[in-house]
């Protein structure tokens, strides 16, 4: 089974974008993915703003792939034409004000769906699993994987979330997992990401209730590991990046030894994803406009959001 879904296959309606390179340590791939490497941090920066909707469309996961492709022939190792720089962390965050990302891009789902377009779910599917397990295997780098939340977190945006060995959320930050409430469940690494931090029961908890989590709910449940004062989340890297400076390579040690213990392999998500595949495809009528009245709300937040 190939278990890396061929770029062309993520958006056969738009061309494909080359990868944009700007001087110095700043790379943009396209006006929905940027990112920056910060030399005082030895950290990767990234940042999203997808449109129409704050959630992950074709294109978007196309230009995370590029980007993660990057990541992995860098070597870990930056250049700025006359000093090499260590890539010791690799950062995820939003750059849409008040959301992180709301997941997946359920009109796509409702096209694919009411086409019956197997092929189509599951091309989507496993092109969101194949970039979540390279930040959850940190790159095949010595590098320690942060996601910051700032905002609403639901869905895949909070499966992308629990890919990364630290979540730092800003205390206004919302978390869940909205699938239950149409019939479906979240099928791209959320039961194992989940299974893995809190074990099978709460796990299951959070993912059948279909509430919306604070921040510090979160963290008490141990999913999540800091909440700071909304604004503070740069801050609150950087403090952890200092803070581990001097231990920073056995707290990496001990975050692979846990991927060891806890193997999550690529396999299991794919073979997860299928079963999404087959639940969205039994879903009704009735289901099928819950999930358009969620992409109205995703419509919604995401013209708001641009408003301020």
């Given at each position: 089974m190939d278990m890396n879904v061929p770029l062309q296959l993520l958006e056969a309606r738009e061309s494909a974008l080359a990868r944009?390179?700007?001087?110095?340590?700043?790379?943009?791939?396209?006006?929905?993915?940027?990112?920056?490497?910060?030399?005082?941090?030895?950290?990767?920066?990234?940042?999203?703003?997808?449109?129409?909707?704050?959630?992950?469309?074709?294109?978007?996961?196309?230009?995370?792939?590029?980007?993660?492709?990057?990541?992995?022939q860098t070597h870990g190792v930056v250049s700025d034409g006359a000093d090499e720089h260590p890539i010791e962390y690799v950062v995820l965050a939003s750059a849409m004000p008040g959301v992180f990302n709301l997941g997946g891009d359920l009109d796509l789902f409702r096209g694919l769906i009411d086409n019956r377009d197997r092929a189509g779910m599951s091309i989507y599917g496993r092109a969101c699993v194949d970039v979540l397990y390279r930040n959850y295997i940190a790159h095949e780098l010595a590098a320690t994987t942060i996601s910051l939340v700032q905002g609403e977190c639901l869905g895949g945006g909070f499966e992308a979330a629990l890919s990364s060995d630290v979540i730092i959320a800003e205390r206004s930050a919302r978390f869940g997992f909205p699938e239950?409430?149409?019939?479906?469940?979240?099928?791209?690494?959320?039961?194992?990401?989940?299974?893995?931090?809190?074990?099978?029961?709460?796990?299951?908890?959070?993912?059948?209730?279909?509430?919306?989590?604070?921040?510090?709910?979160?963290?008490?449940?141990g999913v999540i590991d800091r909440v700071v004062d909304d604004g503070?989340?740069?801050?609150?890297?950087?403090?952890?990046?200092?803070?581990?400076?001097?231990?920073r390579n056995g707290l990496y040690g001990i975050a692979a030894a846990r991927r060891r213990v806890q193997k999550i392999e690529l396999a299991e998500l794919v073979d997860i994803v299928e079963i999404w595949v087959d639940c969205a495809l039994r879903l009704n009528t009735r289901d099928l406009k819950l999930m358009q009245r969620l992409v109205s709300r995703q419509s919604g937040l995401a013209e708001s959001q641009q408003m301020h």
């Amino acid at each position: 089974m190939d278990m890396n879904v061929p770029l062309q296959l993520l958006e056969a309606r738009e061309s494909a974008l080359a990868r944009q390179l700007t001087p110095g340590f700043e790379y943009s791939f396209s006006e929905q993915l940027h990112a920056r490497f910060d030399p005082a941090q030895n950290a990767m920066w990234s940042r999203w703003s997808p449109t129409p909707r704050p959630c992950f469309n074709p294109g978007l996961l196309r230009d995370i792939r590029a980007y993660y492709d990057m990541l992995t022939q860098t070597h870990g190792v930056v250049s700025d034409g006359a000093d090499e720089h260590p890539i010791e962390y690799v950062v995820l965050a939003s750059a849409m004000p008040g959301v992180f990302n709301l997941g997946g891009d359920l009109d796509l789902f409702r096209g694919l769906i009411d086409n019956r377009d197997r092929a189509g779910m599951s091309i989507y599917g496993r092109a969101c699993v194949d970039v979540l397990y390279r930040n959850y295997i940190a790159h095949e780098l010595a590098a320690t994987t942060i996601s910051l939340v700032q905002g609403e977190c639901l869905g895949g945006g909070f499966e992308a979330a629990l890919s990364s060995d630290v979540i730092i959320a800003e205390r206004s930050a919302r978390f869940g997992f909205p699938e239950i409430l149409f019939n479906l469940f979240p099928g791209m690494g959320a039961y194992s990401f989940l299974y893995r931090r809190v074990g099978e029961k709460r796990g299951e908890e959070i993912l059948t209730s279909g509430r919306i989590y604070s921040a510090e709910e979160m963290r008490d449940l141990g999913v999540i590991d800091r909440v700071v004062d909304d604004g503070q989340g740069e801050t609150e890297v950087a403090a952890l990046i200092k803070q581990r400076s001097r231990m920073r390579n056995g707290l990496y040690g001990i975050a692979a030894a846990r991927r060891r213990v806890q193997k999550i392999e690529l396999a299991e998500l794919v073979d997860i994803v299928e079963i999404w595949v087959d639940c969205a495809l039994r879903l009704n009528t009735r289901d099928l406009k819950l999930m358009q009245r969620l992409v109205s709300r995703q419509s919604g937040l995401a013209e708001s959001q641009q408003m301020h």
